[in-house]
C-alpha cells in the first residue's frame, strides 16, 4: 500500500520560515519524481515545486528563490523549505508521486501565513 504522510506545516508569520516533510511508503522511491502542490480555498490545485529521479528541479515562479525542494532516497523523503512566507502563500500542501503513469498523492497538510 502506498503512503505518502506530509508533516511540517503550521501557522507562521509572513516572513517567516517552515519546512514540509513528505515520507513515502509502498514504492521505489528513488524511481519517482516528487513534488508539492497546493490548493487554496476557492482556487484549483497549483504546482509548486517537482524534483526528479536525478534531481533536478523546477519551481512555479511564484515561489522562485524563497522555497527549495530536496529529496532523501535513504529516507523515502521529500523536503520543501520554504523562505520569506506570504500571506499568499496559505494553501494546503500536498506531497505527489509520479513515475511511469502512475501517480499518488498524500492527505496534505496546512500552512496558514498570517500575523
Do not use: H
Request: with cysteine; charged share 15%; proline share 3%.
Amino acid at each position: 500500500q502506498v503512503q505518502l504522510v506530509e508533516s511540517g506545516g503550521g501557522l507562521v508569520q509572513p516572513g517567516g520560515s517552515l519546512r514540509l516533510s513528505c515520507a513515502a511508503s509502498g514504492i521505489i522511491f528513488g524511481l519517482y519524481a516528487m513534488g508539492w502542490y497546493r490548493q487554496a480555498p476557492g482556487k484549483q490545485r497549483e504546482l509548486v515545486a517537482t524534483i526528479t529521479s536525478g534531481d533536478t528541479t523546477n519551481y512555479a515562479d511564484s515561489v522562485k528563490g524563497r522555497f527549495t525542494i530536496s529529496r532523501d532516497n535513504a529516507k523515502n523523503t521529500v523536503y520543501l523549505q520554504m523562505n520569506s512566507l506570504k500571506p499568499e502563500d496559505t494553501a494546503v500542501y500536498y506531497c505527489n508521486a509520479a513515475f511511469n503513469g502512475r501517480i499518488y498523492w498524500g492527505q496534505g497538510t496546512q500552512v496558514t501565513v498570517s500575523s
